[in-house]
């Protein structure tokens, strides 16, 4: 031990006389089981251009401290336990002098182009965009435009974007789980939900829907015009609106509740016009017929 102590103890010598000087260093005590130096039991090297101090000085962890700004290293870093940490203060990863990336150290909040992170993953920077998840089919971006139509062509100056790259690839919002667990997908605006998917199919819109075009899945109506269809008669239908107070093929105003399913009622609506036409027919059939009549008569 005492012959592994010495040759420690000249291996650092020599290195100090190779790279450096004394500057009052003190005395290197060599006892039968350690080496200690001055500084709280570390070794102080000083090579004149700054100060290096090695080992232990308290019982909690082993010291590598300097009075220069940075540690430069000319090779990788590897721990063998796997962690990093910082003591005291937030994580920070650099380069070029310039925080990349921070993890605070009172909540693990991440941040990336941001130093004071405000939620587990905070992301900033001008850059378009901001985010991009990849594999070897599809893109998914998302990012601010900096600018109207920077990052899209629809996007205003601040509008967040969520752009899919992808040839025939489409975007998939999905909310699973256990079967009928009545799961939605809410887009909120103002602070008001203004749209709720369903999971049993049904989309509720709160607020006025505007389109150039609506295409509605649903049956047509020209079943009027078979043999087979019993068409009511005008009296028929004048009855029954007198009795009832609205159409033949409607609910009242009290059942319908305020809500109308638009495919039905358009389907509907498309039967009385038929009916209507075929009344018209007939009616101009008996007017020329009257005409006929009148003609003859005289």
Same mark, same amino acid.
């Given at each position: 031990?005492?012959?592994?102590?010495?040759?420690?103890?000249?291996?650092?010598?020599?290195?100090?006389?190779?790279?450096?000087?004394?500057?009052?260093?003190?005395?290197?005590? !060599?006892?039968?089981?350690?080496? /200690?130096?001055?500084? %709280?039991?570390? #070794?102080? +090297?000083? &090579?004149?251009?700054?100060? $290096?101090?090695?080992?232990?000085?308290?019982?909690?962890?082993?010291?590598?401290?300097?009075?220069?700004?940075?540690?430069?290293?000319?090779?990788?870093?590897?721990?063998?336990?796997?962690?990093?940490?910082?003591?005291?203060?937030?994580?920070?990863?650099?380069?070029?002098?310039? !925080?990349?990336?921070?993890?605070? /150290?009172?909540?693990? %909040?991440?941040? #990336?182009? +941001?130093? &004071?992170?405000?939620?587990? $993953?905070?992301?900033?920077?001008?850059?378009?965009?901001?985010?991009?998840?990849?594999?070897?089919?599809?893109?998914?971006?998302?990012?601010?435009?900096?600018?109207?139509?920077?990052f899209s062509t629809q996007a205003e100056e601040g509008d967040v974007v969520f752009r899919?790259?992808?040839?025939?690839?489409?975007?998939?919002?999905?909310?699973?789980?256990?079967?009928?667990?009545?799961?939605?997908?809410?887009?909120?605006?103002?602070?008001?939900?203004?749209?709720?998917?369903?999971?049993?199919?049904?989309?509720?819109?709160?607020?006025?829907?505007?389109?150039?075009?609506?295409?509605?899945?649903?049956?047509?109506?020209?079943?009027?015009?078979?043999?087979?269809?019993?068409?009511?008669?005008?009296?028929?239908?004048?009855?029954?609106?007198?009795?009832?107070?609205?159409?033949?093929?409607?609910?009242?105003?009290?059942?319908?509740?305020?809500?109308?399913?638009?495919?039905?009622?358009?389907?509907?609506?498309?039967?009385?016009?038929?009916?209507?036409?075929?009344?018209?027919?007939?009616?101009?059939?008996?007017?020329?017929?009257?005409?006929?009549?009148?003609?003859?008569?005289?």
């Amino acid at each position: 031990m005492k012959t592994k102590l010495i040759l420690t103890s000249l291996l650092v010598v020599c290195s100090l006389l190779a790279y450096g000087q004394w500057t009052d260093l003190g005395p290197i005590i !060599s006892t039968s089981d350690d080496l /200690r130096g001055p500084t %709280n039991g570390a #070794i102080r +090297i000083n &090579t004149g251009f700054g100060l $290096l101090d090695v080992g232990p000085q308290n019982a909690t962890a082993a010291h590598l401290s300097t009075d220069r700004p940075r540690f430069l290293f000319d090779k990788a870093l590897f721990s063998s336990q796997g962690g990093f940490s910082s003591l005291g203060s937030n994580l920070s990863l650099q380069t070029n002098g310039t !925080s990349r990336l921070t993890i605070r /150290r009172t909540n693990g %909040n991440v941040g #990336i182009g +941001i130093t &004071t992170p405000s939620a587990k $993953l905070h992301v900033n920077g001008s850059e378009n965009p901001a985010i991009r998840l990849t594999n070897s089919i599809s893109m998914l971006e998302i990012g601010a435009a900096s600018c109207d139509g920077c990052f899209s062509t629809q996007a205003e100056e601040g509008d967040v974007v969520f752009r899919l790259l992808g040839q025939g690839k489409n975007m998939v919002f999905d909310t699973r789980s256990a079967q009928d667990a009545g799961e939605t997908i809410k887009f909120v605006a103002g602070g008001k939900t203004v749209v709720t998917i369903k999971d049993n199919s049904t989309v509720d819109i709160c607020g006025d829907v505007l389109a150039n075009e609506v295409r509605v899945a649903s049956g047509w109506c020209d079943y009027v015009f078979s043999d087979e269809y019993k068409m009511p008669t005008l009296e028929e239908e004048a009855s029954f609106i007198k009795e009832n107070g609205h159409l033949m093929s409607f609910e009242s105003e009290q059942d319908m509740d305020g809500a109308i399913q638009v495919g039905d009622v358009t389907k509907r609506q498309q039967e009385t016009i038929e009916k209507l036409m075929l009344h018209l027919i007939e009616m101009n059939k008996e007017i020329k017929s009257l005409k006929g009549q009148i003609e003859a008569s005289k």
